[in-house]
Structures are given as C-alpha cells and as structure tokens.
C-alpha cells in the first residue's frame, strides 16, 4: 500500500492526499498498478488550496493581508 497524508483546506474545504511512501508495487509499475491508499497523517491548513484561487482571490492574498508578514507591513502602513 502506498502511504498518503491527507491535508484539509479550511479556507475552501478541499481535500488533497499527497504520497508519503509508494509502494513497490507502483515504483515497478507507476500509475498503471493502483493499490489501496493508507493515510497515516491527517493534517489542517487554513489557506485556500490553488484550485480556488482567481482574479477576486490571487495567491498572494493572504500575504498581502497578514500583518505579521513583509508584504503585509507594507499594504496595511497609512
């Protein structure tokens, strides 16, 4: 079994699961051999995952709205 992390974006509720470990099952065979996913780490992100982003909604975002951040500091001085 291949081993995931499932990670959760609370900003839009999305899931993604990234590989951890592939088995040698997919290293021999690659996407054509499929096997059971073991999700061992489950994990929260407040951000939006990059299918949500558009024009209203730019990746950079939450940088520019941050205060704590350089490019923050920089939007929110009078």
């Known amino acids: 079994m291949c081993e995931y992390k499932q990670r959760e974006y609370l900003g839009c509720g999305h899931l993604r699961w990234l590989a951890t470990k592939h ?16 999700i061992l780490e489950f994990e929260d992100s407040p951000k939006i995952c990059g299918n ?24 929110s001085r009078p």
């Open 23 to 38: 088995c040698e099952k997919y290293k021999q065979y690659g996407q054509v051999a499929r096997c059971e996913p073991k």
């Open 52 to 75: 949500c982003y558009t024009k209203d909604n730019p990746w950079h975002l939450h940088l520019m709205l941050d205060p704590n951040s350089p490019m923050g500091r920089w939007f």
